[in-house]
């Protein structure tokens, strides 16, 4: 195993730290679900007690790097410091509605060296509280879950690959292109699953649970650790253009070398 850094351990500590709250919030929806209110404003509560959680701990660990979070936004860093990426409730509907797949993804990315812009991504941390999971990933030192090497599964064939995806919802997405994608895909693979949760989704990939990932309408902090654990497991990320970039959120696709090139074949070939 990898010795864990002083990085990983923070974000991991800040992590769990925010994770315990959110496992005692989410025991609190099944009670809600029958209340007038419904539970949306105590899980909208939840989500920002989380991201409270996560700044002050990430914050008082990493002094002058700044933050680009869902609720909070663009938190400007001191110059030349890296930042923070931060999902404090990724799959909030699934959490909303008592389903326990959810979870909080924190990366961290370095500036560009010439000072323009961002560059990449040097860690990653998934973290799902109700199984205890810690997904991590270090830029050249692998990716990991808890003390367990992750390697992208080695199927080759679509006929044996599960592809995982997320569907557009309202006022989210493009469900016309989506159509046209999944019509393309859905006949040529083994099954494809939409879980809610697209930090989980890259984090499966990695682990090999899932074949493939694509959707598209995300958000970076969405997408920035997930994206680091499927390169450091072997996997390749692209837009639908096949372009690589250090995140991938408005576009994502994700596999294995074989089944990415074959996935992006039938995905480009779609949307012509």
Request: glycine share 12%; hydrophobic share 45%.
């Given at each position: 195993?990898?010795?864990?850094?002083?990085?990983?351990?923070?974000?991991?500590?800040?992590?769990?730290?925010?994770?315990?709250?959110?496992?005692?919030?989410?025991?609190?929806?099944?009670?809600?679900?029958?209340?007038?209110?419904?539970?949306?404003?105590?899980?909208?509560?939840?989500?920002?007690?989380?991201?409270?959680?996560?700044?002050?701990?990430?914050?008082?660990a990493r002094p002058g790097w700044g933050f680009v979070m869902e609720e909070?936004?663009?938190?400007?860093?001191?110059?030349?410091?890296?930042?923070?990426?931060?999902?404090?409730?990724?799959?909030?509907?699934?959490?909303?509605?008592?389903?326990?797949?959810?979870?909080?993804?924190?990366?961290?990315?370095?500036?560009?060296?010439?000072?323009?812009?961002?560059?990449?991504?040097?860690?990653?941390?998934?973290?799902?509280?109700?199984?205890?999971?810690?997904?991590?990933?270090?830029?050249?030192?692998?990716?990991?879950?808890?003390?367990?090497?992750?390697?992208?599964?080695?199927?080759?064939?679509?006929?044996?690959?599960?592809?995982?995806?997320?569907?557009?919802?309202?006022?989210?997405?493009?469900?016309?292109?989506?159509?046209?994608?999944?019509?393309?895909?859905?006949?040529?693979?083994?099954?494809?699953?939409?879980?809610g949760a697209a930090s989980l989704d890259l984090a499966y990939v990695a682990?090999?649970?899932?074949?493939g990932f694509w959707e598209s309408g995300l958000n970076e902090w969405d997408?920035?650790?997930?994206?680091?654990?499927?390169?450091?497991?072997?996997?390749?990320?692209?837009?639908?253009?096949?372009?690589?970039?250090?995140?991938?959120?408005?576009?994502?696709?994700?596999?294995?070398?074989?089944?990415?090139?074959?996935?992006?074949?039938?995905?480009?070939?779609?949307?012509?």
């Amino acid at each position: 195993m990898a010795a864990i850094s002083g990085l990983i351990r923070v974000m991991e500590r800040a992590a769990r730290k925010a994770g315990g709250r959110l496992r005692r919030d989410f025991g609190e929806v099944e009670h809600l679900q029958v209340s007038r209110k419904g539970p949306a404003d105590f899980v909208s509560k939840a989500d920002m007690r989380a991201e409270r959680t996560l700044y002050d701990e990430l914050s008082a660990a990493r002094p002058g790097w700044g933050f680009v979070m869902e609720e909070a936004g663009v938190i400007e860093g001191d110059p030349g410091m890296p930042r923070w990426i931060v999902d404090p409730l990724d799959g909030t509907s699934n959490f909303l509605h008592g389903i326990p797949h959810f979870a909080i993804s924190i990366a961290a990315q370095e500036p560009r060296p010439d000072g323009k812009g961002w560059g990449e991504v040097v860690a990653g941390v998934i973290y799902q509280p109700v199984t205890d999971e810690t997904y991590w990933a270090e830029k050249s030192r692998g990716a990991w879950l808890h003390d367990a090497r992750l390697r992208v599964s080695a199927r080759s064939r679509l006929t044996d690959a599960l592809v995982a995806t997320g569907i557009p919802f309202f006022g989210h997405g493009d469900f016309a292109e989506w159509s046209r994608i999944f019509g393309a895909i859905g006949p040529e693979v083994a099954g494809i699953r939409r879980f809610g949760a697209a930090s989980l989704d890259l984090a499966y990939v990695a682990q090999g649970r899932f074949d493939g990932f694509w959707e598209s309408g995300l958000n970076e902090w969405d997408t920035a650790a997930g994206c680091l654990l499927v390169r450091e497991a072997g996997g390749f990320v692209s837009d639908f253009r096949g372009r690589s970039a250090p995140i991938h959120a408005d576009q994502v696709l994700a596999a294995n070398d074989v089944l990415h090139s074959k996935l992006h074949k039938l995905l480009a070939g779609s949307l012509r």
